[in-house]
């Protein structure tokens, strides 16, 4: 099932997609020299906005906690992709140990590490799950809905390592963002790999880090394709030292969200858009989706900052902010607002699949507790791109379209965390 674009104009878009399928080889040999150079977040997730006029990722979730939101038929690529992940980073890896987040009563968070303990064993590696929360002090027996059974064991620490009773592994997979600081009993552990970094946590990642990254590859690959990089790629002004107690930073971050929304409407004249602009003011650290606001009227600001802003985030104040030019959703699911979401295991798109809310607006972050799930079908052999299909309505070149999207932002994350890392300062 695919869902529906709403909005008349789809030029922008139907060029995009044109120009991605007849320059397949050039991106496809493009991407390969990259991952020459630069090492893949070991697993990431992508949220994906078409806007009809505009395609854009959201983030790039280096943390991602939806595995079992996949098609089964995608399993089998999820576990070829993780098998050569493992074997570029420990061919020797016999045992795994996975992280988990603190949120052990979530039905839908347990559901995640059962398929992420399936694909590293199919993938031929012993798995188990631990769990560095204090409130997990023995053994606990996890039964899900669907019949599986999996422990989430106490994580221990001795000689330098980490492990659960009776097991001691040699690769450790964080699924955990370490959103609340990055624990000790996870520091120095330099006889095992550690995956994510530690330096890619919530609490110490930039998220303008990434935009400038994407920043750079959106240009480039823009000049590879022959399209404008504004059609793939979101503005950006990022503000230092901002306290939005004094009446002064108020007006600044309103004149800076006026000027953005400037700018937008500049492109969108250039464009012929009719939509009506709008930004998103965000929290420059922190877990994707917390601390965000969006704003249509500058006016708002001074408004609404406190109760939405800095409600979510759990702050009464902040240093840097990002304001980014927002991009909207404009598919549809049953009149439902859609949001496609990729997922990457190393170098490799593995699956996807569309995040379903029916009370959100275009605008709107769709992470919603109560939103539903639609797989991708990144796998079935009739999704593979189908050029020369007349652009904007064949399935499998969306689906390969928003794969492209997906690997630039992943790739861009490669570059931050290779520009973020503590240990290659201490090298040079």
């Known amino acids: 099932m695919v869902p529906h674009l709403v909005t008349a104009l789809s030029g922008p878009i139907n060029e995009l997609e044109q120009r991605v399928l007849d320059s397949m080889p050039a991106i496809e040999r493009w991407f390969r020299l990259e991952w020459m150079e630069h090492t893949p977040p070991f697993y990431t997730s992508v949220d994906v906005r078409n806007a009809g006029f505009k395609l854009a990722p959201l983030n790039a979730n280096l943390f991602p906690s939806a595995w079992h939101n996949l098609s089964p038929e995608v399993l089998p690529l999820a576990v070829q992709a993780a098998m050569a992940a493992i074997e570029k980073i420990c061919p020797e890896a016999r045992n795994l140990l996975i992280v988990s987040d603190s949120n052990v009563h979530s039905t839908f968070y347990l559901s995640n590490l059962a398929q992420l303990q399936q694909i590293f064993h199919m993938a031929g590696l012993n798995v188990r799950i631990g769990s560095i929360s204090p409130e997990v002090k023995t053994t606990t027996p996890i039964e899900l809905p669907d019949g599986r059974t999996f422990n989430i064991e106490p ?234 299909t007349r652009p904007g309505v064949s399935a499998p070149n969306r689906f390969y379209m928003y794969g492209v999207i997906a690997r630039l932002a992943s790739l861009a994350a490669s570059y931050e965390l290779e520009a973020t890392d503590p240990d290659a300062e201490l090298m040079d």
Not at 169 to 177: A, E, V, Y
Not at 312 to 337: C, K
Not at 348 to 365: E, I, T
């Open 155 to 388: 994580v221990t620490r001795a000689n330098g390592r980490i492990g659960v009773a009776h097991f001691d592994p040699c690769t450790i997979l964080l699924n955990n963002d370490l959103h609340t600081g990055v624990p000790g009993i996870l520091e120095d552990l330099h006889q095992q790999h550690l995956l994510p970094p530690l330096h890619a946590s919530a609490t110490i990642r930039r998220k303008s880090n990434l935009y400038k990254a994407y920043e750079e590859l959106a240009k480039r690959f823009g000049k590879l394709i022959g399209i404008d990089p504004w059609l793939i790629n979101p503005m950006l002004e990022h503000l230092n030292g901002v306290d939005t107690a004094a009446e002064h930073d108020i007006v600044t971050l309103a004149d800076a969200t006026d000027a953005m929304l400037s700018k937008i409407k500049r492109r969108y004249k250039e464009f012929g858009i009719k939509e009506k602009p709008f930004v998103v003011v965000k929290l420059e650290h922190g877990r994707q989706g917390s601390g965000t606001m969006t704003v249509q009227d500058p006016k708002q600001l001074a408004s609404t900052l406190q109760r939405t802003m800095f409600k979510q985030s759990g702050v009464s104040s902040v240093q840097d902010i990002l304001i980014q030019e927002g991009v909207l959703t404009h598919e549809r699911m049953h009149d439902a607002v859609a949001e496609p979401v990729v997922y990457l295991m190393d170098r490799y798109v593995v699956g996807g699949f569309y995040r379903v809310h029916a009370h959100s607006g275009v605008q709107d972050d769709v992470k919603l507790t109560d939103s539903t799930y639609v797989p991708l079908a990144f796998a079935e052999t009739t999704r593979l791109p189908q050029p020369g």
